[in-house]
Every structure is written in C-alpha cells, then in structure tokens.
C-alpha cells in the first residue's frame, strides 16, 4: 500500500541518510540517499514522496507527492 512519506536532508549532508517517516510515523527511520533520491529532491532540504517500506525496511519511492502541512 503507497503512503505518503516526508524525506528529509541532514543540515549537513556528507552523502549519509535522509530521515523518513509517514504523518503517523507508523512507518520511519533513515534511509540510504540513491542517485534518483537525489534528483528528486534538487536543491531542496526535504519532499515529500509516494511509496511503501519493504519486509527488509526499504523504502521504495513511486513518485512526488504535493507538498503536505505535517
């Protein structure tokens, strides 16, 4: 099932993990920056995007999701 989740940035970012987590925070931890990640979030610090966390903790990115208010 495809949730919403927020990705964020580090302040400094030295190519580590993005924080991630749904509004519930049912679903979160860090998650490794991919090439694609980085291309999705730009110059930005965080985007919000759909997609769903594997059996193994992965989170699997199926697109950009408008901005959210949480």
Not at 26 to 51: H, N
């Amino acid at each position: 099932m495809k949730r919403i989740f927020k990705l964020q940035m580090p302040v400094f970012f030295n190519g580590g993990d993005v924080l991630g987590y749904n509004e519930s925070r049912e679903f979160q931890g860090l998650f490794p920056v991919t090439r694609e990640m980085q291309k999705l979030f730009g110059r930005k610090a965080k985007i919000y995007v759909y997609g769903n966390v594997d059996e193994k903790g992965l989170l699997h990115i199926a697109g950009i999701a408008p901005d959210q208010d949480w």
